[in-house]
């Protein structure tokens, strides 16, 4: 009986299968199909749009934190901008505000300036512009400080008008700068015209109410509420035919032979700032002659006519 070997090696622990490497040859070649079959026939198209639908909400989520995180970074950069963005419109909107006041006040000064200069050409005196900087500090005068003086021509007593009429004289001269008395001071006087009655008068400055009163005048004088009063030209200083004031009540009293006449000035001695210097009248008609001079013409006169009628007998009505 022939002798049997007896296996020695151990039993296997586990149940095996094929062996590795016939599983890996397996499985590699399963899947070299797979990617073949799936770019050619796209047979695993079904498969991953239902694993990936069946996925869709883990991916959500485990994305939860990411965008939350993403999310408050953003809120918190926008808010930055915002911030950022706000200051520099505010910025902006203050520079556009400044701008538009400047262009408002150019505007103004612009349609002032045209007025003015259509002014120049009714008044038949020597001018010059002026602009007007600030008023003189004593609070007990209506005074304005301009930016003429005696270097730029200015003369002492030159009339001052704006675009709406007589502002004021120059009563000081300095050589950058001259100081202009106001109408409404108590010590201005215009000899004025109405232009209704050419009744002529004078108006006084009342700066207790910042406006001007015709003094003087009789309490049956035509004076009407609305009349126009123009400057005489009497004075020598002013030209004629100026605008000056118009009224604005008569008080007929009976206590008193005068009436008590208010005006309006026609100019606006608080807000005008571009001015019209004007030369004295007096300073451009011509010298006044010397009494010998006086004397020599009112000589030759007579003699003269003597010697026309001589001439000209005809002319006298005397017969030949």
């Known amino acids: 009986m022939p002798l049997v070997t007896l296996d020695r090696s151990p039993p296997p622990f586990f149940k095996q299968g094929p062996s590795a490497f016939t599983r890996l040859m397996f499985f590699s070649a399963l899947a070299i199909f797979l990617m073949v079959a799936d770019t050619r026939w796209k047979v695993t198209q079904p498969l991953r749009a239902v694993v990936a639908t069946m996925l869709q909400p883990v991916q959500s989520v485990l994305l939860a934190p990411q965008a939350w995180w993403a999310d408050a970074g953003h809120y918190m950069s926008g ?106 001071d108590k010590d201005a006087a215009v000899p004025v015209v109405n232009g209704r009655t050419r009744q002529r008068g004078v108006a006084y400055g009342t700066p207790q109410v910042l406006g001007m009163e015709l003094r003087f005048m009789a309490g049956n004088a035509d004076v009407q509420v609305g009349d126009e009063l123009q400057t005489s030209g009497l004075d020598g200083v002013y030209p004629a035919g100026l605008p000056v004031a118009k009224v604005a009540r008569v008080d007929r009293r009976a206590d008193s032979a005068f009436a008590r006449i208010v005006l309006t000035p026609k100019s606006e001695p608080d807000n005008s700032r571009h001015v019209l210097l004007l030369h004295p009248v007096a300073d451009q008609l011509p010298d006044r002659p010397s009494e010998a001079e006086a004397l020599a013409g009112g000589a030759s006169a007579p003699a003269s006519a003597a010697s026309a009628h001589h001439a000209h007998p005809a002319a006298s009505g005397a017969k030949p």
Request: glycine share 4%; charged share 25%.
């Open 79 to 184: 808010l930055e901008a915002a911030r950022i963005d706000q200051h520099e419109s505010q910025k902006k909107a203050a520079a556009q505000a400044e701008r538009v006041m400047r262009v408002d006040q150019l505007e103004r000064e612009n349609a002032r300036l045209r007025e003015l200069l259509a002014l120049r050409p009714r008044v038949n005196v020597q001018s010059q512009a002026a602009e007007v900087l600030y008023d003189a500090p004593d609070p007990f005068t209506r005074k304005v400080v301009i930016d003429q003086g005696s270097r730029h021509g200015v003369i002492l007593g030159s009339p001052v008008i704006d675009d709406a009429g007589v502002l004021g004289q120059v009563t000081r001269v300095y050589p950058l700068t001259s100081e202009v008395t106001l109408v409404t």
